[in-house]
């Protein structure tokens, strides 16, 4: 979870040096991570759903939004994992790829809900194409450290777990 906090944080200093544009959502991409990584359901959506309140409180987002839709986030990669294969590399960015439209605009509905902004900005529209392509290209190195994350702590869960039988009558 920790490491999951770290990530908006990264992504907030790497966009003082950066356009937005071509930062990649290191927050959406590490819950995808835990989508189709983490063991257990329960336990990995309320990690995505806590790192999205945290986005929610450094961003200045509407309280709740990114809580809302890296929870979708985390649903949607475990969903379709199921399904498709998003361990390969090119499905993999092709999920991000459509994801990323996918929160753009839940993102900007959501704000034109709760607010009196328009539903579609064209400025939005113009960063979406190279956020997109700059989410997939990061998208197999970080979702890959959280594989890596998981199954070395799922590894050291099971060797606090192992119970082993006594030798001898006694």
């Not at 770290?6 to 959406?28: H, K, V």
């Not at 989410?135 to 199954?151: H, K, W």
């Amino acid at each position: 979870m920790l490491i999951g906090t770290l990530a908006p944080m990264i992504q907030g200093a790497a966009g003082t040096f950066f356009p937005s544009r071509f930062c990649p959502d290191l927050s959406m991409l590490w819950i995808i991570g835990l989508g189709l990584y983490w063991p257990s359901a329960g336990g990995g959506a309320a990690i995505s759903t806590a790192l999205g309140f945290v986005v929610d409180l450094l961003s200045g987002a509407l309280l709740g939004q990114h809580a809302l839709l890296r929870l979708l986030a985390f649903g949607a990669a475990r969903i379709c994992s199921r399904q498709l294969n998003l361990r390969g590399t090119l499905p993999l960015m092709t999920f991000v790829v459509i994801f990323t439209v996918v929160n753009a605009a839940g993102s900007t509905l959501l704000t034109a809900f709760f607010t009196s902004g328009p539903v579609v900005d064209t400025t939005i529209l113009m960063h979406l194409i190279p956020h997109s392509i700059v989410n997939a290209i990061f998208a197999v190195p970080v979702i890959r450290l959280v594989g890596g994350i998981s199954s070395w702590l799922d590894s050291n869960a099971r060797q606090l777990l192992v119970l082993q039988p006594r030798n001898g009558s006694g």
